[in-house]
């Protein structure tokens, strides 16, 4: 059972994304990304180079060598996703991968100005 908390998070003012991400969810989601990675991509045969964009990334994010949110416009395979080129399981979990990594709101919830700066509830895993 995964347990929820909702807290406030900074707003980044010029992406509109929020300013901190869901790291347990993000690591979660990274796990499961690489097994199915692992399990259902051969890296001799990988013509959107995921072995070589999306696995580094997904290993800084498990080391904790990545500085966190990564700009949605920074992230590999923007083309291959949106033109539906992808497995579609694949493409379901690297969106969501995406969603997180990048600090994008699921849902809006709501939103608070604090001295001048924009906040807006998230719900993050524990």
Same mark, same amino acid.
């Given at each position: &059972?995964?347990?929820?908390? $909702?807290?406030?998070? $900074? ?14 969810? %993000? ?6 990304? &690489?097994?199915?990675?692992? +399990?259902?991509?051969?890296?001799n045969?990988?013509?959107? $180079? ?8 997904? $290993? #800084? ?7 966190? !949110?990564?700009? *949605? *416009?920074?992230? !590999?395979?923007?083309?291959? +996703?949106?033109e539906?080129?992808?497995? #579609? ?5 690297? +969106?969501? *991968?995406?969603?997180?990594? +990048? ?5 809006? %919830? ?9 906040? &807006?509830? #998230?719900? *993050?895993?524990?």
């Amino acid at each position: &059972m995964t347990l929820i908390k $909702r807290k406030l998070v $900074r707003v980044d003012e010029q992406t509109g994304d929020y300013a901190e991400v869901d790291t347990v969810r %993000l690591k979660r989601e990274t796990q499961e990304l &690489m097994d199915y990675i692992g +399990s259902n991509v051969d890296p001799n045969k990988d013509p959107y $180079r995921i072995w070589t964009s999306v696995v580094p990334l997904c $290993r #800084a994010v498990l080391d904790e060598t990545i500085s966190l !949110p990564v700009s *949605f *416009f920074d992230l !590999p395979l923007r083309y291959e +996703s949106r033109e539906g080129l992808l497995d #579609a399981e694949f493409d379901d979990l690297f +969106s969501s *991968f995406v969603l997180t990594i +990048s600090g994008t709101a699921r849902e809006i %919830l709501d939103e608070v100005v604090i001295d001048g700066v924009k906040y &807006m509830y #998230a719900d *993050f895993e524990e």
